[in-house]
């Protein structure tokens, strides 16, 4: 059974150009967080989504930030017009259930570099 | 405001000896701690959680963390380390009623293990 799956595993953009992050879960996990980490910082929660559905999006900047996780497919992180302080390591985690006690897995993260 | 703290960026421990890492959480409200390890290229791997019952917890690979409420502190123990334990490790708390699905991390602990 293999893990959470991210690609690409290194992601160097350009300022202004669009960034995509993709993210496989374990299967039959139909839910997905997303987290990212800031150089010399804890991972920081993003977003919660379940299949078709965000669950919770607290995380998320306001601007330029996206994520789907499409009911075929997988989870999608969508940075627009990327800018230096984009540059980070995005981790993605999937679990079984959304019940608070159902371990969610991590996936080895995307370090993305914008130039 | 959720936070944890790790107050040791950096540890040195020979081969064999004790080793301790701290953790200080604050949370309103009844907290579940957690703590991962991480290892160069990988993804982060949970180690051992608590929920409630015994404070004392068990995890993978020797590892223990006493919860102690009245020092909001969980921290992570083994008597005996091993040059593999070499990795980063985090800390992190979330709440009785998200559990795993919206976890706050500490900025994480770096093991080094010396012969």
């Known amino acids: 059974n293999a893990g959470v799956m991210q690609n690409p595993r290194h992601l160097v953009r350009r300022r202004g150009q669009e960034a995509r992050l993709r993210c496989s879960p374990m299967?039959?996990?139909?839910?997905v967080y997303w987290y990212r980490q800031l150089p010399e910082e804890g991972l920081k929660f993003m977003v919660y989504?379940?299949?078709?559905?965000?669950?919770?999006e607290s995380g998320m900047p306001k601007e330029r930030f996206s994520a789907e996780f499409p009911k075929e497919g997988p989870s999608i992180l969508r940075i627009q017009q990327v800018v230096r302080g984009d540059s980070a390591a995005y981790f993605c985690?999937?679990?079984?259930?959304?019940?608070?006690?159902?371990?969610?897995?991590f996936g080895q993260g995307t370090r993305l570099t914008v130039v | 405001a959720q936070s944890v703290t790790q107050p040791d960026i950096h540890i040195t421990v020979s081969e064999g000896a004790s080793l301790e890492l701290r953790c200080n959480y604050s949370?309103?409200?009844?907290?579940?701690l957690f703590w991962y390890v991480q290892s160069p290229g990988q993804g982060l791997q949970l180690l051992l959680k608590?929920?409630?019952?015994?404070?004392l917890v068990q995890g993978i690979k020797g590892f223990e963390a006493e919860f102690k409420r009245s020092q909001s502190s969980f921290n992570l123990r083994k008597p005996s380390v091993h040059w593999s334990d070499a990795a980063e490790y985090f800390c992190?708390?979330?709440?009785?009623?998200?559990?795993?699905?919206?976890?706050?991390f500490g900025t994480g602990t770096r093991l080094l293990v010396s012969p």
């Open positions: 985690a999937s679990s079984l259930t959304g019940s608070e006690n159902t371990e969610a897995f």
């Open positions: 299967k039959g996990h139909s839910h």
């Open positions: 989504l379940q299949k078709e559905n965000i669950i919770d």
């Open positions: 949370y309103g409200a009844t907290p579940y």
């Open positions: 608590y929920f409630s019952g015994d404070t």
């Open positions: 992190a708390v979330g709440g009785s009623n998200t559990g795993f699905q919206k976890l706050v």
